[in-house]
């Protein structure tokens, strides 16, 4: 890992977290959550499962307990050992409310007002929305720094919350002389996941959100409905070229390409050499062979997880109280740099 915060001191420690608002899809998977399971190998790692993002829109008390559930089923299946990796619900770590609330007051207003992600998700109803959706970014800021995180992996979206991330880390260090307290955490982005595009519309990304639901493979996906989705994803008449220029005005068949090298290990000029001139009659299920032989054996472990929740509870917990110990200390130091009473 590269380090360009010279002066912290402090520990390498990777932080991320996803939303339990839905099944993870191939764009998390490849984009996220398998950069965790590499990371867990050499890191000290935390991964949470970010429950108090997911009421920032209207979430159903009845199902929110067994979502997140469904996301920890998830990081297990595809990898992350809990003996390498802590993992937790956000909302059982009371310093991220915390810590969120003194950002509050370090964060601008018109840092926040340009955050591109709030944009997109309110439209043209921004007056409608929650207020912690557009608080949204100042408690994935406070998530990372609860525990002194400097390496954060996620996709390609998150580039911008990751920098006002350091913006905030930065502000707190100035305003409270407090000089390199917080490390400037830095996004681990690049890789062939980055930003993986729907299926049906290679300009668009693929997404919980997208109604279509052929436009995503699932983790919870069949065998045949993973074949299915690759056979009707958006192709043209075209065969698979042999240079990287002329996959350009070829959204779909670029993504399929770096879905293709993402899987396989390939670069996408890897994947162009052994597949150039062929069509998709033969591209197609030579990609659904690999998707299936990757993501099935994660789906079954998921189930698995799935049918045994008293298990993933027990991990959550030791998680959690894991997760109190590293932040507790970090929050006492907080209140102390700020200067609140204590007795
Ligand atoms: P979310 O489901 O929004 O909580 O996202 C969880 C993680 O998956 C974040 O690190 C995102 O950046 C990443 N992610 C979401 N969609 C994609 C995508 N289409 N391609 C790559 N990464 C993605
Ligand atoms: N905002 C992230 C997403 O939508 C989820 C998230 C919340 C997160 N807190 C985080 C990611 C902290 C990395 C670090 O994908």
């Known amino acids: 890992m590269s380090n360009q915060q010279k002066q912290y001191s402090g520990p390498d420690r990777v932080f991320s977290g996803m939303q339990p608002t839905g099944d993870l899809h191939l764009g998390n998977y490849?984009?996220?959550?398998?950069?965790?399971?590499?990371?867990?190998?050499?890191?000290?790692?935390?991964?949470?499962?970010?429950?108090?993002h997911a009421?920032?829109?209207?979430?159903?008390?009845?199902?929110?307990?067994?979502?997140?559930?469904?996301?920890?089923?998830?990081?297990?299946?595809?990898?992350?050992?809990?003996?390498?990796?802590?993992?937790?619900?956000?909302?059982?770590?009371?310093?991220?409310?915390?810590?969120a609330w003194y950002f509050n007051c370090v964060a601008r207003i018109g840092w926040l007002s340009r955050m591109t992600q709030f944009k997109e998700k309110s439209g043209k109803n921004?007056?409608?929305?929650?207020?912690?959706?557009?608080?949204?970014?100042?408690?994935?800021?406070?998530?990372?720094?609860?525990?002194?995180?400097?390496?954060?992996?996620?996709?390609?979206?998150?580039?911008?919350?990751?920098?006002?991330?350091?913006?905030?880390?930065?502000?707190?260090?100035?305003?409270?002389?407090?000089?390199?307290?917080f490390p400037l955490p830095e996004p681990l982005i690049k890789g062939p996941g980055a930003r993986i595009m729907s299926l049906r519309d290679g300009t668009k990304k693929m997404?919980?959100?997208?109604?279509?639901?052929?436009?995503?493979?699932?983790?919870?996906?069949?065998?045949?409905?993973?074949a299915k989705k690759i056979r009707k994803a958006k192709t043209d008449a075209g065969a698979i070229p042999d240079s990287l220029e002329e996959l350009e005005g070829r959204p779909e068949v670029a993504n399929l390409v770096s879905i293709y090298g993402a899987f396989s290990g390939l670069s996408d000029q890897g994947v162009l050499d052994k597949y150039a001139g062929q069509g998709f009659g033969v591209f197609k299920p030579a990609l659904a062979d690999l998707a299936v032989e990757i993501l099935q054996?994660?789906?079954?472990?998921?189930?698995?997880?799935?049918?045994?929740?008293?298990?993933?509870?027990?991990?959550?917990?030791?998680?959690?109280?894991?997760?109190?110990?590293i932040a507790e200390p970090i929050l006492a130091e907080v209140r102390e740099i700020m200067g609140f009473w204590r007795k």
């Open 55 to 99: 009421v920032t829109v209207w979430q159903d008390p009845k199902i929110l307990a067994s979502q997140t559930r469904n996301i920890a089923a998830a990081y297990l299946a595809a990898g992350v050992d809990p003996a390498k990796a802590i993992i937790y619900p956000q909302s059982a770590v009371r310093g991220h409310t915390e810590l």
């Open 297 to 325: 054996p994660i789906t079954e472990r998921m189930n698995d997880y799935l049918a045994n929740p008293d298990e993933t509870d027990k991990i959550l917990a030791n998680g959690a109280d894991a997760a109190n110990q």
């Open 30 to 52: 490849l984009g996220a959550l398998k950069k965790f399971v590499d990371l867990q190998h050499h890191h000290e790692c935390v991964f949470c499962i970010v429950d108090l």
């Open 207 to 226: 997404s919980k959100s997208e109604p279509s639901d052929n436009s995503r493979i699932n983790l919870t996906d069949t065998a045949d409905m993973i």
């Open 126 to 181: 921004s007056e409608k929305m929650s207020v912690g959706l557009y608080d949204y970014p100042v408690l994935q800021a406070a998530d990372i720094l609860l525990f002194k995180a400097t390496h954060v992996p996620v996709g390609e979206d998150q580039k911008q919350h990751l920098e006002l991330s350091r913006d905030i880390a930065q502000k707190f260090n100035n305003d409270f002389k407090a000089p390199n307290f």
